[in-house]
């Protein structure tokens, strides 16, 4: 029987100035595992408490390269200037409608600097551009002030509520579904 692989989004670096996504590596786990214990990463995303060095390990060596096998999606280190300051990717990908959504955190030394804002116009421009992406979706609770302002600096529309379709450690959430579409003005 013949199988063919998914298919998946290219193992690709991409770049913007001082700021690259590229592919997380094991020299990444310490500081992932810091920035994953932060209170605010710890608030909205519901991510394992305490998060240790083996859960980075884990994430690193597992998790991100079976997102990318399986064409579910895509995990990408960010780094200013060369030094790693967070996470952002792509899942739930559906090939067959052309869409998947985004993801995505800063360690606290990352924050504050239009970091994100950047890294996600970089990612979903990618998606849209060259990847075979008709629609990129962020999630985002409602009073995650932080995040909803990255959705909206990106370009992305806000459609409406999704009424308790998320969950942080704190129960059932919210979440205000935003897109991006290929043919959508470009921020
Ligand atoms: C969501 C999160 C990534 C946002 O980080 P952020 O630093 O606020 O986002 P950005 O990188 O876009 O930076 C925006 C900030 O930089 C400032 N900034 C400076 N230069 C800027 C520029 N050129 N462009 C945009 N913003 C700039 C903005 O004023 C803003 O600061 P302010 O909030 O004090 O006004 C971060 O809060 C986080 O990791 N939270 C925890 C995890 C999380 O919630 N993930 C998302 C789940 S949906």
Known sequence: MHT???PRFEDAVLRDGDLQLDALTVLDAPRIAEACNDPQ?????????????????????????HSLDSGDGIERAIRLDGDFVGVIGLKETSRAAAKTE????????????????????????W???TQGIGRVEA????????????????????EGLMRRAGFTHAG????VLFSR??????P
């Open 41 to 65: 990463t710890q608030r909205w995303l519901p991510l394992p408490t305490p998060y240790s060095h083996d859960d980075a390990l884990f994430y690193v060596n597992q998790m991100a390269h």
């Open 181 to 186: 579409l290929a043919d959508d003005p470009r």
């Open 102 to 125: 985004a993801g995505y955190w800063l360690a606290p030394w990352g924050r504050g600097q239009g970091v994100m804002t950047r890294a996600l116009r970089l990612l979903t421009d």
């Open 127 to 129: 998606a849209l551009d």
């Open 139 to 158: 999630h985002v609770a409602p009073e995650n002030g932080a995040s909803l302002g990255v959705a909206r600096r990106a370009g992305f529309i806000e």
């Open 4 to 6: 063919s692989a998914p």
């Open 172 to 175: 059932p959430t919210d979440l």
